[in-house]
Nanobody
Framework: QVQLVESGGGLVQPGGSLRLSCAAS????????VGWYRQGPGQQRALVAT???????NYADSVKGRFAISRDNAKNTVYLQMNSLKPEDTAVYYC???????????????WGQGIQVTVSS
C-alpha cells in the first residue's frame, strides 16, 4: 500500500555534498516521525537524524553542523542534505518513516531499502 523510493546516493570526494531523497507513495494520510539511519562497513545501523511532524530535528553528534534533514509534505518526501562529507560518512543510508494510511487508524513503520554513499578520493 505504501512504497518508498530512495535516491541521491553515489560517490563523492571528501568535502563534497550529496542530497538523499526518500519519496513515499500510496494511500497516505500523513507522514509523522521520520529518521535517517546508516550502516558503515563492519558497523551496526545507527541513527543519523530525525524530524518530527512539527519540524523539530535531532542529529547524531558526528553529523551536527554538516547534515540537515528536511521534509516536503506536499511531495511526501524526506531529504538528507549532506555537506562537508568525510570518508567516515561512507555507509548505506536508510530512511525510516512512520506513516498513517487511509485504511489504518495507527502509524506503521516503513524502511527504505538502503542507498550507498561512498566518500573517497
Amino acid at each position: 500500500q505504501v512504497q518508498l523510493v530512495e535516491s541521491g546516493g553515489g560517490l563523492v570526494q571528501p568535502g563534497g555534498s550529496l542530497r538523499l531523497s526518500c519519496a513515499a507513495s500510496g494511500s497516505i494520510f500523513s507522514i509523522n516521525a521520520v529518521g535517517w539511519y546508516r550502516q558503515g562497513p563492519g558497523q551496526q545501523r545507527a541513527l543519523v537524524a530525525t524530524i518530527s511532524s512539527g519540524g523539530g530535528t535531532n542529529y547524531a553528534d558526528s553529523v551536527k553542523g554538516r547534515f540537515a534533514i528536511s521534509r516536503d509534505n506536499a511531495k511526501n518526501t524526506v531529504y538528507l542534505q549532506m555537506n562537508s562529507l568525510k570518508p567516515e560518512d561512507t555507509a548505506v543510508y536508510y530512511c525510516n518513516l512512520k506513516i498513517r494510511t487511509h485504511d489504518r487508524p495507527y502509524d506503521w513503520t516503513y524502511w527504505g531499502q538502503g542507498i550507498q554513499v561512498t566518500v573517497s578520493s
